[in-house]
């Protein structure tokens, strides 16, 4: 038995802290294909905004610095977490693909903002599925920048 409070939390939350905070991307986005295949499809619209909201209040809970809809000058990244070692600038998409949201991201210069950060930087491009109600197989692509 644990002895420093977390022997009640989710097992789940913790994979998802740890691949958080490790920087792995594909066992944090894998997680989340895993919680969200547990929501009821009542409790959401099967919209983009919906998907991105879980990420938004999941990256909260686990306490990292999240921000939705962050403007910039070129146009609004749809979610920013920032962990101690890492920023992840993910951009989402309703039934597209991933290339598409990561184009979007490196032509609008979402991670500029952070080019002198030195932070290991993920550009996440997430696409959701609306028929399948989750993120399909492969549908995240990461490009780090440095």
């Known amino acids: 038995m644990q002895k420093d409070g977390t022997e009640n939390v989710n097992v789940l939350v913790l994979r998802l802290y740890d691949a958080l905070n490790s920087g792995d991307v594909d066992s944090f986005i894998s997680e989340m294909q895993t919680f969200i295949a547990g929501m009821y499809y009542e409790f959401f619209e099967n919209t983009e905004q919906a998907f991105q909201s879980v990420f938004y209040i999941v990256s909260v809970l686990l306490g990292a610095e999240t921000k939705p809809e962050l403007h910039t000058n070129r146009g ?23 290339e598409d949201a990561l184009a979007q991201i490196k032509e609008k210069g979402y991670a500029d903002q952070w080019k002198t950060d030195r932070r290991e930087k993920f550009l996440v491009g997430v696409n959701f599925s609306s028929e399948e109600r989750n993120i399909p197989d492969g549908g995240w692509i990461i490009e780090i920048s440095r």
């Open 76 to 98: 609004r990244i749809d979610l920013v977490t920032q962990t101690k070692g890492y920023i992840y600038i993910f951009e989402f998409i309703l039934d597209g693909t991933p």
